[in-house]
């Protein structure tokens, strides 16, 4: 009897959870929004991502379900803007089989670091990795070539019973320049320039940089062979192909001359080559079976993809459920220009805000635009489909997660972002939608901290900011022709709406969110 009354009795488990469902309605759908974008960059953090994905169990590691044998035969290599963090938890977890390494990291990072109170992404003071600071303005510089060297030169010493442990993120092609003798850091770097000039694809640029670097497209792990070369990656790109996360150091790819002429003669570069460009593509290729055996190179190296966009998505969506919201997530892909995102956003917010069903042409039109976008028309199908089906039964809020990174036409010289130019358009799109917390909400945010140049992550925005704009004499027309967002979301409300997390330490792409409110049930 005393079992059943203690039924009747307030449980403290129920009062708590009472108490965070009064808190969570009591906070905004912009708070909200911004805690879910917190929890995306949270889950990616470089010594997070490390220790998550190293398991040590006495004299062996465990990686990605690989087990590795340690006896003192561990040294370690890393180039990228997130890899300082990464080494010093590395060195934290097999510190005591660790040789020696070497790491290449963007210039005055230790003190950036200093100074914002990060600490534990800093290396100890008795620390077995030396560490060399490069790429002033993401730009490759001699220093970033030494450091390249150097990493080159630990990587050529190993034999088959050492254990290579190399980090990768983003950034790291410009922090391992190491063109192939006797072309100069400059002529290496122009070339490439000038492709990008003529609108050469990231493929393209890949291909032509691979030809010409002895470290990238598979260099590194040439270098090291026999040694075992486990890479653990911090993805920077769309999709995670390993072969272009800092042009693939580590991953096989065989370049070809007839394919590098094919590029350079399409955009009509081939008479501007200098003779040392010429005088590397015309040797034999592939060049690595030149001078060792290769055939076992494959076996000996382990590539594992430790954070990225969807790992941040998948930490979004547990964050936004938390707080209320029933997360949906579209892709981690989304790419194209930015207008056309900002259109497929606007298309999803009024199918979900419906409170009828919506008319085809909306779905229609998402269809078509998706591929444009980088988003499967099944994904859009299935995402409508978890709409309709909470328009008619009547679910509470919900938070459409995707992430990408879109591209921004620049037609002016204000300063802004991709992430901040999207905001802004999609404040447009929502502009009929109704207000928070009864209209949607939609945030768009670098993980890395800084969109473009300017001190913002991205924005926040809804469907009051057209309004908001003219009380205040602010122009989005002109705006978005001169690519000023980050000018306009600074005057706006006195920058209310910015998204600013500061340094973050780390980097896969955007994270986008469109949070819409609880839709009246459809009884009819």
């Keep these: 009897m005393a079992r059943v009354l203690s039924l009747f009795r307030p449980q403290p488990f129920m009062a708590d959870v009472g108490r965070r469902k009064n808190a969570i309605c009591k906070m905004s759908m912009d708070s909200r929004a911004r805690k879910v974008f917190a929890a995306a960059v949270e889950a990616v953090q470089p010594d997070a991502v490390v220790r998550q994905s190293i398991e040590r169990k006495e004299d062996s590691v465990v990686i990605s379900g690989q087990r590795f044998t340690l006896k003192h035969n561990l040294h370690l290599v890393g180039f990228g803007k997130a890899v300082l963090g990464m080494a010093a938890e590395a060195e934290r977890i097999l510190g005591d089989h660790l040789v020696k390494g070497v790491i290449s990291v963007p210039h005055g990072i230790q003190q950036t670091l200093q100074q914002h109170g990060k600490n534990h992404l800093l290396l100890k003071e008795n620390s077995r990795i030396r560490l060399m600071e490069g790429a002033k303005h993401n730009l490759p510089d001699i220093d970033a070539q030494n450091a390249a060297e150097g990493i080159k030169q630990l990587a050529s010493e190993l034999t088959e019973n050492d254990l290579l442990l190399v980090l990768i993120s983003g950034g790291g092609s410009a922090l391992l320049p190491a063109p192939i003798p006797p072309i100069s850091l400059q002529e290496k770097q122009d070339v490439t320039r000038k492709l990008a000039g003529a609108g050469a694809t990231i493929q393209e640029l890949n291909t032509v940089r691979r030809a010409l670097s002895v470290l990238k497209g598979g260099g590194l792990a040439h270098c090291a062979h026999p040694a075992q070369v486990v890479s653990l990656i911090l993805s920077d790109v769309i999709g995670d192909p390993l072969d272009m996360i800092a042009s693939g150091p580590t991953v096989w790819s065989e370049v070809w001359p007839e394919e590098v002429w094919s590029i350079l003669e399409q955009y009509k570069l081939v008479n501007c080559l200098p003779a040392s460009v010429k005088e590397v593509l015309g040797r034999p290729m592939p060049r690595w079976r030149e001078n060792k055996e290769e055939s076992n190179t494959s076996t000996r190296v382990f590539n594992t993809v430790i954070g990225s966009n969807s790992v941040a998505l998948k930490k979004a969506g547990r964050r ?29 917010a009024r199918f979900a805000c419906s409170s009828e069903e919506p008319p085809p042409e909306i779905a229609a039109e998402l269809l078509r635009l998706g591929p444009e976008v980088g988003v499967e028309s099944w994904d859009l199908c299935r995402t409508m489909q978890v709409f309709s089906e909470g328009r008619t039964e009547g679910w509470g809020s919900t938070c459409l997660l995707a992430g990408g990174e879109p591209t921004v036409e620049l037609t002016g010289k204000g300063r802004g972002g991709r992430n901040q130019e999207l905001a802004l358009r999609v404040g447009l799109e929502l502009r009929d939608l109704g207000l928070p917390p009864d209209g949607p909400v939609f945030l768009s945010g670098g993980t890395d901290g800084q969109d473009g140049p300017t001190e913002a992550a991205g924005a926040i925005t809804d469907g009051g900011l057209c309004e908001e704009s003219q009380a205040q004499g602010l122009d989005i027309d002109s705006v978005l022709t001169n690519n000023d967002s980050y000018t306009f979301f600074t005057r706006l409300s006195a920058g209310q709406r910015l998204l600013v997390p500061g340094l973050t330490c780390t980097n896969v792409m955007d994270v986008h969110m469109l949070l819409i409110p609880p839709i009246p049930v459809n009884k009819t």
């Design 320 to 348: 936004a459920r938390e707080l209320g919201f029933r997360p949906i997530v579209l892709a981690p892909g989304v790419c194209g220009d930015v207008r056309a995102v900002s259109r497929l956003y606007g298309l999803l």
